[in-house]
T-cell receptor, first 113, second 114 residues
């Protein structure tokens, strides 16, 4: 199993550009989430999904869109990038079962200039 | 609403000394609590978790944590620090019903001095 994979690893955008961060998992997990990590603030939840076709907002959803058409994939779209979105983005997945563990991808480091 | 507070953004210990990283939580429902570790330029790895079973939880790499409901705490300890323990540590909480919504603390960077 590859676990949770994210692409790209690094990205530089100009203000106003749009892009999609990709996330995929091969563990058949129901839950998938996107977090952003900023110094001194820990990880903050952007959006999450409890299954294909079902998404909901987290703490910091503004400026981001998600959709979940399959169990495996959960892309994060930046509609019009802003410097405040410079961050490291992590995707995670977990099972509805009893383990309660979230598995994290390696992250995407995004810089918006 | 749930929240997590980690006391001390930086902790420095000598190799072989006790490691103590503090975490206090706020939750209106029975919480599920986690400690994750992040090594430089890597993702997060689960160290241990509390899911309403034993209050003393043992994790990987010799770490353990004790859930104290009366103190709303879940502090992480290790009897003897190794150089390889230098990393950032995150405490997180969620409601049992939704493991997709972790609320994280601000993180504590552990420095281990030789």
């Amino acid at each position: 199993n590859a676990g949770v994979t994210q692409t790209p690893k690094f990205q530089v955008l100009k203000t106003g550009q749009s892009m999609t961060l990709q996330c995929a998992q091969d563990m058949n997990h129901e839950y998938m989430s996107w977090y952003r990590q900023d110094p001194g603030m820990g990880l903050r939840l952007i959006h999450y999904s409890v299954g294909a076709g079902i998404t909901d907002q987290g703490e910091v959803p503004n400026g981001y869109n998600v959709s979940r058409s399959t169990t495996e994939d959960f892309p994060l779209r930046l509609l019009s990038a802003a410097p405040s979105q410079t961050s490291v983005y992590f995707c995670a997945s977990s099972s509805q079962g009893a383990t309660y563990e979230q598995y994290f991808g390696p992250g995407t480091r995004l810089t918006v200039t | 609403a749930q929240s997590v507070t980690q006391l001390g953004s930086h902790v420095s210990v000598s190799e072989g000394a006790l490691v103590l990283l503090r975490c206090n939580y706020s939750s209106s429902v029975p919480p599920y609590l986690f400690w994750y570790v992040q090594y430089p330029n890597q993702g997060l790895q689960l160290l241990l978790k509390y899911t309403s079973a034993a209050t003393l939880v043992k994790g990987i790499n010799g770490f353990e944590a004790e859930f104290k409901k009366s103190e709303t705490s879940f502090h992480l300890t290790k009897p003897s620090a190794h150089m390889s323990d230098a990393a950032e540590y995150f405490c997180a909480v969620t409601r049992s019903s939704n493991t997709g919504k972790l609320i994280f603390g601000q993180g504590t960077t552990l420095q281990v001095k030789p």
